[in-house]
């Protein structure tokens, strides 16, 4: 097993009915890399919405010269929409 989720009995790690596995819900950027990385091995688009364009480093970048994403995050720290607007009108 991994260290990133709990042990599970034997008998599901080797049932392969899909239906039977265990999910994990994921959001955010974590998300969005596991949406590219689907989108580039399989060569096919998801049938639900998603963003066309692949990752988000421009936006990153624009977050980290605002001053708004650092290593360490800040208490009480939100990136609401308007901060998002903010770092989307910023030049990179």
């Known amino acids: ?6 042990p599970l009995p034997p008998t599901v790690e080797c049932d392969r009915d899909p239906l039977r ?3 994990y ?3 955010g950027l974590t998300a969005r890399i596991l949406v590219d990385c689907a989108r580039v ?3 096919e688009e998801p049938e639900f919405e998603h963003n066309s364009d692949f990752g988000d480093e ?4 624009r977050l980290l010269r605002i001053g708004r994403l650092s290593a360490v995050r ?3 720290e939100v990136l609401t ?4 607007r903010e770092a989307a009108r910023v030049k990179i």
């Open 1 to 6: 097993g991994s260290a990133l989720r709990p």
């Open 21 to 23: 596995q265990p999910r």
């Open 25 to 27: 819900r994921v959001f």
């Open 41 to 43: 091995a399989y060569g």
């Open 58 to 61: 421009e936006m990153i970048a």
């Open 74 to 76: 800040k208490e009480g």
């Open 81 to 84: 929409r308007e901060v998002m």
